[in-house]
């Protein structure tokens, strides 16, 4: 083997633990798994729950649901399992037939920010 080949090789190996250390270190929390799932059709639920693939940072964490006409349908607040960082959820009053859109913001353990939204509908 030549030698510029060698340290290419070498080298190469490097970038590539490098960028998967990196990736590691500035890791961005995002669902893993919701409850209701999106766009499934439901029994009205009593909660809505989000495991994370990160720990969530709990006072700059939220979850809201909001109804066709935009109003916040949780009087609670969302909450950070203390025991699970990865398990967000929020309480939820009787809900009516319709469709809703859950509003989330994760902020990881790292400072990290993602935010997303789905639908789900109750029967």
């Known amino acids: 083997m030549n030698t510029s080949l060698t340290i290419m090789t070498k080298h190469g190996g490097l970038a590539a633990l490098l960028l998967a250390t990196a990736q590691l270190a500035f890791a961005h929390a995002h669902p893993a798994q919701q409850t209701p799932a999106p766009d ?23 979850l ?5 006409a935009g109003k916040q349908v949780n009087s609670a607040k969302s909450a950070v399992d203390a025991n699970n960082k990865k398990h967000m959820s929020v ?7 319709g469709a809703y859109q859950v509003e ?5 353990d790292d400072g990290h920010r993602t935010q997303g939204h ?3 509908n109750v029967k």
């Open 91 to 97: 309480a939820l009053g009787d809900l009516k037939t």
């Open 40 to 62: 499934a059709t439901v029994e009205a639920p009593h909660e809505v729950a989000i495991d994370f693939t990160e720990g969530l940072e709990p006072a700059f964490s939220t």
């Open 104 to 108: 989330w913001t994760a902020v990881a």
């Open 118 to 120: 789905y639908l789900f």
């Open 64 to 68: 809201t649901v909001i109804d066709a």
